[in-house]
C-alpha cells in the first residue's frame, strides 16, 4: 500500500441502545444515505457496497450477501458487492477488501455498512452465543466460559503482572464514561461515572464488575471510501489511509503465542511498525482511538502505543490526562464502554469516530486540531491486532 | 437457589434443553481425549515426527504440518496461568454452580487449556501455583478433566 493512496470522505451513524422496532434493514438504509450525503458525492458514483455480517445471523444477512442495499440505495453504477467478517477485526478486514477494490480500477467510490439489532434475540440466546463467541466449543464452554470471564482473566493476569491497580481500571471505565457523554448516538451519555461507582458495582467475573463489562446494543454505522485523487477532488477534507500493521496469534485464548498472558498486550512492535511505516511517531498522534471492550485491555493496548512505559497506561488515565481535554484523548466515542457493543460494528463505529475526528465533525468532542491518529482493532479472544495510521494531511 | 433457578427457568420459556449444560462434540482427532478422560486419564497428544505436544488438537501437528500422532500420558500436573471467579450474568445450565473459578492452566508439558480450579478458597488463588487433575463424571459418556491446589 502506497502511503496516503485511499481516502475516506464521509460517514453516517444513527443512535445506539435498545431498539427492538427498527429493523436492520433500516439502520443499514440510514447509515448509508447520512454516509452519501455527507460525503457530498451523488448515489450512482457508488461502485461497490461492502457490508459487515449481522453476527448470531439474521434474515439481513441473506440480503446482504445478495446485495438488496444497492438496489434500496438505487446505486445503479454499483458492480460489486460483498460482506466480509472477521469477529471484532471486521473493520481492518472489510478496509483491506475496500484498498483491493478500489485499487483493482474497477470503481474509485465504495460505500461500507454495518447494521446489528441485538434486541431480538433472548436472554438465553445471548449467553450461548457470548459464552462461544470467544472461547472454543468443545474445550472451553463446557467449563462454563463467557467472554466477561475471559476477559476477566485476561484482566487478572495483567494486574498480577504489572503493578496497574483495579482502581486504574475502574478509571478507564470513568474516562471512556466521559468521551460517550459527548457522543449523541452513545447508549451511555446521560450519567457520568466515579472510580467508586465503578468499583462497588456488582461482581460478575472476579475482578471485573458490571460496570467494566460492556453491553449489547442496537445500532449501525457506515462511510465512503475512495481513492486520494477523487477525494482530493471531491471532498475539502477527506481522511487518508497512511499506514497499518497485523498480526494474527491464536483462536484459543490456550494457544496464544505468548510465555504470560500478560504480554497478550504486548504489541508495541507492531504499533511502532504501523507508525514507521506513516512515516509519524507516537508524538506526533492526536488521538489514541482504542479499540478493547473492556477497560483492563484498553490500559493493554495503550501500554503498547509509545506514550507510557508499558504497565503504567493506568497511572496515566486515572491522572485524567486521557480525558476530553486532555492530552492524550482514548477512544472518542467511549467505544464498547460507552456506545454500546454492536458486534462487529465496535471497530466500525470507532472507525467512523476517527474519520469525524480528522474531517473536524466530531461535535462536542471533536480534538481541536486534530491532524494524526492511531486506531487499533482486534477480535475473538484477543486473537489479532490490527494498527492503523490515519491523517487529514499526508506527513511529508 | 435451586428453585429460584427453576422459577427463571420458567419465566424465560426455557425447555430443559436450552437449560442442560454443553457436553463437547468430540471430533474424530480429538475422541481418544475423551475415551480417556472418561477412564479418569489424562492424555495429551504428542507428534511421532517432531514430538510436539498440542492442545487443542486439529488434524495436522501445529510444529511440522505431519499427521502421524500417539496418545501419551500426562503429568497430570500444572500451574495456574490466569484465572476468575464467576459471579454472575453466565449462561442459564451454570447458575446453580455460582460462584465458580474458570482459569488457564499451563500444564507440565507445556500446553494450556481452560478449566475448572475445583475444592480451593477463592481467595487463596495465585497465578503460578501448582495444581493436580481431577476429573468430573459430568455425564455418562463425559468427564471433564479439572484442576485443583496440589496437596489439598
Same mark, same amino acid.
Given at each position: 500500500?502506497?502511503?496516503?493512496?485511499?481516502?475516506?470522505?464521509?460517514?453516517?451513524?444513527?443512535?445506539?441502545?435498545?431498539?427492538?422496532?427498527?429493523? !436492520?434493514?433500516?439502520?443499514?438504509?440510514?447509515?448509508?444515505?447520512?454516509?452519501?450525503?455527507?460525503?457530498?458525492?451523488?448515489?450512482?458514483?457508488?461502485?461497490?457496497? +461492502?457490508?459487515?455480517?449481522?453476527?448470531?445471523?439474521?434474515?439481513?444477512?441473506?440480503?446482504?450477501?445478495?446485495?438488496? /442495499?444497492?438496489?434500496?440505495?438505487?446505486?445503479?453504477?454499483?458492480?460489486?458487492?460483498?460482506?466480509?467478517?472477521?469477529?471484532?477485526? *471486521?473493520?481492518?478486514?472489510?478496509?483491506?477488501?475496500?484498498?483491493?477494490?478500489?485499487?483493482?480500477?474497477?470503481?474509485?467510490?465504495?460505500?461500507?455498512?454495518?447494521?446489528?439489532?441485538?434486541?431480538?434475540?433472548?436472554?438465553?440466546?445471548?449467553?450461548?452465543?457470548?459464552?462461544?463467541?470467544?472461547?472454543?466449543?468443545?474445550?472451553?464452554?463446557?467449563?462454563?466460559?463467557?467472554?466477561?470471564? =475471559?476477559?476477566?482473566?485476561?484482566?487478572?493476569?495483567?494486574?498480577?503482572?504489572?503493578?496497574?491497580?483495579?482502581?486504574?481500571?475502574?478509571?478507564?471505565?470513568?474516562?471512556?464514561?466521559?468521551?460517550?457523554?459527548? &457522543?449523541?448516538?452513545?447508549?451511555?451519555?446521560?450519567? %457520568?461515572?466515579?472510580? !467508586?461507582?465503578? /468499583? #462497588?458495582?456488582?461482581?460478575?467475573?472476579?475482578?471485573?464488575?458490571?460496570?467494566?463489562?460492556?453491553?449489547?446494543?442496537? #445500532?449501525?454505522?457506515?462511510?465512503?471510501?475512495?481513492?486520494?485523487?477523487?477525494?482530493?477532488?471531491?471532498?475539502?477534507?477527506?481522511?487518508?489511509?497512511?499506514?497499518?500493521?497485523?498480526?494474527? *496469534?491464536?483462536?484459543?485464548?490456550?494457544?496464544?503465542?505468548?510465555?504470560?498472558?500478560? !504480554?497478550? #498486550?504486548?504489541?508495541?512492535?507492531? @504499533?511502532?511498525?504501523?507508525?514507521?511505516?506513516?512515516?509519524?511517531?507516537?508524538?506526533?498522534?492526536? +488521538?489514541?482511538?482504542?479499540?478493547?471492550?473492556?477497560?483492563?485491555?484498553?490500559?493493554?493496548?495503550?501500554?503498547?502505543?509509545?506514550?507510557?512505559?508499558?504497565?503504567?497506561?493506568?497511572? /496515566?488515565?486515572?491522572?485524567?490526562?486521557?480525558?476530553?481535554? #486532555?492530552?492524550?484523548?482514548?477512544?472518542?466515542?467511549?467505544?464498547?464502554?460507552?456506545?454500546?457493543?454492536?458486534?462487529?460494528?465496535?471497530?466500525?463505529?470507532?472507525?467512523?469516530? *476517527?474519520?469525524?475526528?480528522? &474531517?473536524?465533525? @466530531?461535535?462536542?468532542?471533536?480534538?481541536?486540531?486534530?491532524?494524526?491518529?492511531?486506531?487499533?482493532?482486534?477480535?475473538?479472544?484477543?486473537?489479532?491486532?490490527?494498527?492503523?495510521?490515519?491523517?487529514? !494531511?499526508?506527513?511529508? | 437457589?435451586?428453585?429460584?433457578?427453576?422459577?427463571?427457568? &420458567?419465566?424465560?420459556?426455557? *425447555?430443559? %434443553?436450552?437449560?442442560?449444560?454443553?457436553?463437547?462434540?468430540?471430533?474424530?482427532?480429538?475422541?481418544?481425549?475423551?475415551?480417556?478422560?472418561? %477412564?479418569?486419564? =489424562?492424555?495429551?497428544?504428542?507428534?511421532?515426527?517432531?514430538?510436539?505436544?498440542?492442545?487443542?488438537?486439529?488434524?495436522?501437528? %501445529?510444529?511440522?504440518?505431519?499427521?502421524?500422532?500417539?496418545?501419551?500420558?500426562?503429568?497430570?500436573? @500444572?500451574?495456574?496461568?490466569?484465572?476468575?471467579?464467576?459471579?454472575?450474568?453466565?449462561?442459564?445450565?451454570?447458575? @446453580?454452580?455460582?460462584?465458580?473459578?474458570?482459569?488457564?492452566?499451563?500444564?507440565?508439558?507445556?500446553?494450556?487449556?481452560?478449566?475448572?480450579?475445583?475444592?480451593?478458597?477463592?481467595?487463596? /488463588?495465585?497465578?503460578?501455583?501448582? =495444581?493436580?487433575?481431577?476429573?468430573?463424571?459430568?455425564?455418562?459418556?463425559?468427564?471433564?478433566?479439572?484442576?485443583?491446589?496440589?496437596?489439598?
Amino acid at each position: 500500500m502506497a502511503q496516503g493512496e485511499f481516502a475516506l470522505i464521509g460517514t453516517g451513524e444513527v443512535p445506539y441502545g435498545r431498539y427492538p422496532e427498527r429493523s !436492520e434493514f433500516e439502520i443499514a438504509y440510514r447509515v448509508a444515505k447520512l454516509a452519501i450525503q455527507d460525503a457530498g458525492i451523488d448515489k450512482d458514483e457508488i461502485g461497490a457496497v +461492502i457490508g459487515a455480517a449481522h453476527i448470531m445471523g439474521s434474515s439481513y444477512n441473506t440480503e446482504l450477501f445478495f446485495g438488496r /442495499l444497492p438496489e434500496a440505495i438505487g446505486a445503479r453504477n454499483c458492480k460489486i458487492t460483498a460482506s466480509t467478517i472477521s469477529g471484532g477485526a *471486521s473493520s481492518f478486514s472489510i478496509r483491506k477488501t475496500v484498498e483491493g477494490i478500489l485499487a483493482s480500477g474497477e470503481t474509485d467510490t465504495v460505500l461500507v455498512v454495518h447494521a446489528q439489532r441485538f434486541s431480538q434475540f433472548g436472554v438465553n440466546e445471548l449467553g450461548k452465543y457470548f459464552a462461544a463467541a470467544g472461547s472454543d466449543s468443545e474445550w472451553d464452554v463446557p467449563y462454563g466460559m463467557t467472554y466477561n470471564a =475471559l476477559a476477566a482473566m485476561v484482566t487478572q493476569a495483567y494486574l498480577a503482572a504489572t503493578p496497574a491497580t483495579i482502581e486504574e481500571v475502574a478509571s478507564v471505565c470513568v474516562t471512556l464514561r466521559k468521551w460517550a457523554m459527548l &457522543q449523541p448516538n452513545a447508549m451511555f451519555n446521560s450519567k %457520568e461515572l466515579t472510580v !467508586e461507582k465503578v /468499583l #462497588g458495582s456488582r461482581m460478575v467475573a472476579y475482578p471485573l464488575t458490571s460496570l467494566m463489562c460492556n453491553l449489547l446494543a442496537d #445500532g449501525g454505522c457506515a462511510y465512503v471510501m475512495t481513492t486520494a485523487e477523487k477525494a482530493r477532488r471531491v471532498c475539502s477534507k477527506p481522511v487518508y489511509v497512511l499506514s497499518d500493521a497485523s498480526q494474527y *496469534s491464536h483462536r484459543s485464548i490456550t494457544s496464544a503465542k505468548v510465555k504470560d498472558i500478560s !504480554e497478550l #498486550g504486548t504489541m508495541g512492535e507492531l @504499533a511502532s511498525r504501523a507508525y514507521e511505516r506513516a512515516g509519524l511517531g507516537p508524538k506526533d498522534m492526536d +488521538i489514541f482511538e482504542i479499540y478493547a471492550s473492556y477497560p483492563g485491555v484498553t490500559l493493554m493496548v495503550l501500554d503498547s502505543l509509545g506514550i507510557t512505559e508499558p504497565g503504567t497506561s493506568g497511572q /496515566l488515565i486515572a491522572s485524567g490526562k486521557c480525558d476530553p481535554g #486532555g492530552p492524550y484523548p482514548i477512544s472518542t466515542n467511549g467505544e464498547a464502554m460507552g456506545m454500546g457493543h454492536t458486534g462487529t460494528g465496535v471497530g466500525l463505529g470507532l472507525f467512523v469516530e *476517527s474519520v469525524r475526528q480528522l &474531517q473536524g465533525k @466530531a461535535g462536542r468532542a471533536q480534538v481541536e486540531g486534530a491532524r494524526f491518529l492511531i486506531e487499533n482493532c482486534g477480535g475473538g479472544a484477543f486473537m489479532d491486532c490490527h494498527f492503523t495510521v490515519l491523517g487529514n !494531511e499526508i506527513p511529508a | 437457589m435451586q428453585q429460584n433457578i427453576s422459577e427463571i427457568q &420458567q419465566m424465560l420459556g426455557l *425447555s430443559d %434443553e436450552d437449560v442442560a449444560k454443553p457436553l463437547p462434540e468430540p471430533t474424530p482427532w480429538s475422541q481418544p481425549f475423551w475415551d480417556a478422560a472418561r %477412564e479418569h486419564r =489424562l492424555v495429551l497428544r504428542r507428534c511421532n515426527t517432531c514430538g510436539a505436544y498440542q492442545h487443542p488438537p486439529y488434524p495436522s501437528c %501445529e510444529a511440522c504440518y505431519e499427521e502421524d500422532f500417539s496418545w501419551v500420558d500426562a503429568a497430570g500436573r @500444572a500451574s495456574l496461568w490466569a484465572y476468575t471467579v464467576n459471579h454472575f450474568a453466565v449462561p442459564f445450565p451454570f447458575l @446453580a454452580d455460582l460462584p465458580y473459578v474458570t482459569a488457564i492452566v499451563e500444564l507440565a508439558e507445556g500446553v494450556r487449556m481452560i478449566s475448572n480450579i475445583v475444592e480451593c478458597d477463592h481467595d487463596s /488463588l495465585r497465578n503460578g501455583m501448582e =495444581l493436580e487433575v481431577v476429573f468430573d463424571d459430568v455425564s455418562d459418556e463425559f468427564t471433564l478433566p479439572k484442576w485443583k491446589p496440589v496437596g489439598r
